[in-house]
């Protein structure tokens, strides 16, 4: 992957700042608009828009890029002046992505994972892994229903895989060849999302500079995901039952009705019927939508399926161009003993971090993030697998540069675990001097200018003890 470019529009100086560190510690190669000749740089991968003051100052940048550069994916700060417009371009429409200020890490790298998976679509084989029983119950329900047109309520809490539920009840319906579009109602503000679904005419309200088609229409033949539907806002409720009803809708600014053929699945990890009790969502509604419940057990209730799902995101980070990681059974075990609040997203986002942390290298509990280390204590590993693992160089590929290790002072604005990012630099540090000097901690220790007893305790608490001489 040689395009790496992420141009950042930013007026604002620190805000500019903590976008590219944390661009930067993503593997990409962040270029602040206006600072530098952009002619001659080649192969962009999106724009960042930020504090920008008008349509025109971005479209100059853009267009700075040449060819292409309007079409690319773009990252826009939910507080931009221009998120508005920029969501409402319906020549931009499927290529932005809203992101909440102050930047967080697993968000930010969610958001461009979204905009490249539109770029490049994700490949059939998607795979939905769990040979678990829970799993194995979700699957036969998926096979049951995929075939009819029924409305399905995906339910479960967040990274439990709803999404993806989603998107196999789709592949394995009729419906297959046609779109599968997905929308989430909680992410888009209340006053945009009736015109996101049903779409708009020209003049409909400032910024809607053109006609243009909503999700429905999108969707067309196909599924129609609406994500998040316990954060949609009663009228919308209304608006939204109402096409379920009749399977008609008119475009907002529009009075001509247009009947549409969509399936709908929707999904929430939100509790309905408690919400149906406080009278934030409509009962109607809710017995439309969940014809046919599907709920997605936690991880934590569904452990077994831990290794299989870590080798399946490290086949995705190898189909993404980056290295996989290997983690020992001491980590394995750790991980097993820990409650995955995140569920799934949360696991694939530290299968990507210790990747980044240990690229080809092999995780044991010790190297995890302290939270999920556990209490018990860790097996020890074989001290041939250990020098090795000293031994080898941490490979850096070219896309993947990890800034944020050769200048640990940069770091991103609330976007990364700082504890566990310096910790991660530290153990790697500690480990290439404990290399350099065969082993022997007091020559490691006048490497690294710390005291012979600092290491030492620096070594019992990263586990790594075992694996030093005395002296
Ligand atoms: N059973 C599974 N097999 C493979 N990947 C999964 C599985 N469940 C979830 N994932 C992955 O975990 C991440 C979060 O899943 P997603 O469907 O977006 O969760 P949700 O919609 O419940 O928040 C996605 O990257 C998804 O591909
Ligand atoms: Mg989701």
Redesign the pocket.
């Known amino acids: 992957m040689k395009s790496s470019h992420f141009l950042v529009v930013e007026s604002d100086a620190s805000r500019a700042e903590s976008v590219v560190s944390a661009l930067a510690f993503l593997g990409y190669r962040p270029v602040i608009a206006g600072r530098n000749p952009m002619g001659e740089v080649e192969g962009w991968r999106g724009v960042y828009v930020g504090t920008v003051d008008d349509e025109n100052e971005l479209e100059g940048h853009l267009s700075a890029l040449g060819r292409g550069g309007r079409n690319l994916p773009m990252l826009v700060a939910a507080d931009s002046p221009l998120a508005t417009s920029l969501i409402a371009d319906d020549t931009r429409s499927n290529n932005v992505e809203l992101i909440d200020m102050p930047l967080r890490y697993e968000r930010l790298s ?1 958001a461009l ?1 979204a905009l490249q998976s539109r770029v490049e679509p994700v490949p059939s084989s ?5 040979q678990s029983g829970p ?1 194995q119950r ?1 699957n036969a329900l998926i096979r049951q229903v995929a075939p009819f047109d029924s409305s399905v309520l ?1 339910l ?12 196999t009840i789709h592949d394995c319906s009729p419906r297959r060849d046609k779109p599968f579009v997905a929308i989430n109602c909680g992410a888009i503000p209340a006053e945009l999302l009736e015109s996101e679904l049903f779409g708009h005419e020209k003049g409909a309200f400032t910024g809607a500079i053109s006609t243009r088609k909503g999700r429905f229409e999108m969707a067309e033949g196909g599924t129609l995901f609406l ?1 998040e539907i316990g954060d949609m806002s009663l009228p919308m409720q209304v608006k939204l039952l109402r096409v379920l009803q009749e399977r008609v809708f008119e475009r907002v600014g529009g009075n001509r009705p247009q009947r549409c053929d969509v399936r709908i699945i929707a ?1 929430t ?1 939100r509790d309905l019927e408690g919400a149906i009790e406080r009278g934030s969502f409509r009962e109607d509604l809710f017995y439309r939508l969940s014809v046919f419940p599907l709920e ?1 057990p936690p991880l934590r209730q569904r452990l077994e ?1 831990l290794p ?2 870590v080798s ?2 490290n086949h ?1 980070l190898v189909q993404r161009g980056l290295s996989s990681v290997r983690f020992a059974p001491s980590a394995v075990g750790a991980l097993c003993r820990y409650g995955w609040p995140g ?3 949360e ?2 986002n530290l299968v990507e971090r210790m990747a980044i942390l240990m690229p080809h290298g092999e995780v044991r509990a010790a190297d995890l993030p302290e939270k999920y280390r556990g209490a018990l204590p860790v097996e020890e590993v074989s001290g041939a697998a250990l020098i090795a693992m000293m031994e080898a160089e941490p490979e850096v590929t070219e896309s993947f540069a990890f800034v944020g290790e050769g200048d640990p002072s940069v770091l991103p604005q609330g976007g990364l675990d700082l504890k566990d990012h310096l910790a991660g630099i530290e153990i790697g540090l500690i480990r290439q001097a404990l290399g350099s000097a065969n082993g022997v901690v007091a020559h490691a220790a006048k490497l690294l200018r710390v005291q012979r007893t600092t290491l030492v305790e620096k070594l019992r608490k990263y586990g790594l003890s075992e694996t030093v001489q005395a002296g």
């Open positions: 969610e994972r998607r795979r939905f892994v769990g799993m979700v995906v479960g809490e967040s990274g439990s895989g709803k999404e993806l539920v989603a998107r994500d999904a990890h997605m399926d299989a799902l399946e995101f995705r569920n799934v997203r696991l694939s």
